[in-house]
Antibody, heavy 123, light 113 residues
Framework: EVQLLESGGGLVQPGGSLRLSCAAS????????MSWVRQAPGKGLEWVSG????????YYADSVKGRFTISRDNSKNTLYLQMSSLRAEDTAVYYC????????????????WGRGTLVTVSS | DIVMTQSPDSLAVSLGERATINCKSS????????????LAWYQQKPGQPPRLLIY???TRESGVPDRFSGSGSGTDFTLTISSLQAEDVAVYYC?????????FGQGTRLEIK
């Protein structure tokens, strides 16, 4: 089954760090750009970061630039989000999302989403 | 950044009636070189991730019922559900992918009247 499975969420103190993972199954992972999109409790969707299929190009929202790092390991079909200097406003469900394009470069709209992993930043 | 504004914020429609959701971008998302509008629509039901409904403003994703349609160009777009079904209760988001940062509308909550 084609799917994405996020992990690594949890409770972390302000200023702390966390690494999220997203395991991909049953599609050619290395051909697809990927993104992280988050949703604060009861709020709308916010794109966080994107990465090309090769990993050579990365993109960030201003709200996380300099604090979050997106990466991927195509040999393991896994996407990562390293989050540091976490703030209360980073509290959200984090979804990984597959780009609809399959040519490596992102089109940046998303045809497959994981179930999400909850990150709570609180003391 | 391109700001996406949806209207209304919430909508109640009777079963079998038409539902219309609007989305306006702060600048054009029409790419002249290929004449494509970089605009997508998603449906999100409670406790679920978003589901892609429409891309390129009017192309229906595989498996999406044909009662869902998208229209518009440039800065003004519409998602229409031609005959509302109970399973269409959800929050709907538009999204521009013309430029990074990718941005979403604030969402429109659709309910049954």
């Amino acid at each position: 089954e084609v799917q994405l499975l996020e992990s690594g969420g949890g409770l972390v103190q302000p200023g702390g760090s966390l690494r999220l993972s997203c395991a991909a199954s049953e599609f050619t992972f290395s051909s697809c750009a990927m993104s992280w999109v988050r949703q604060a409790p009861g709020k709308g969707l916010e794109w966080v970061s994107g990465i090309s299929g090769s990993g050579g190009s990365t993109y960030y929202a201003d709200s996380v630039k300099g604090r979050f790092t997106i990466s991927r390991d195509n040999s393991k079909n896994t996407l990562y989000l390293q989050m540091s200097s976490l703030r209360a406003e980073d509290t959200a469900v984090y979804y990984c999302a597959k780009d609809h394009g399959g040519m490596g470069a992102g089109l940046w709209y998303f045809d497959l989403w994981g179930r999400g992993t909850l990150v709570t930043v609180s003391s | 950044d391109i700001v996406m504004t949806q209207s209304p914020d919430s909508l109640a429609v009777s079963l079998g009636e038409r539902a219309t959701i609007n989305c306006k971008s702060s600048q054009s998302v029409l790419y002249r070189s290929n004449n494509k509008n970089y605009l997508a629509w998603y449906q999100q039901k409670p406790g679920q991730p978003p589901r892609l409904l429409i891309y390129w403003a009017s192309t229906r994703e595989s498996g999406v019922p044909d009662r869902f349609s998208g229209s518009g160009s440039g800065t003004d777009f519409t998602l229409t559900i031609s005959s509302l079904q109970a399973e269409d209760v959800a929050v709907y988001y538009c999204q521009q992918y013309y430029s990074t940062p990718i941005t979403f509308g604030q969402g429109t909550r659709l309910e049954i009247k």
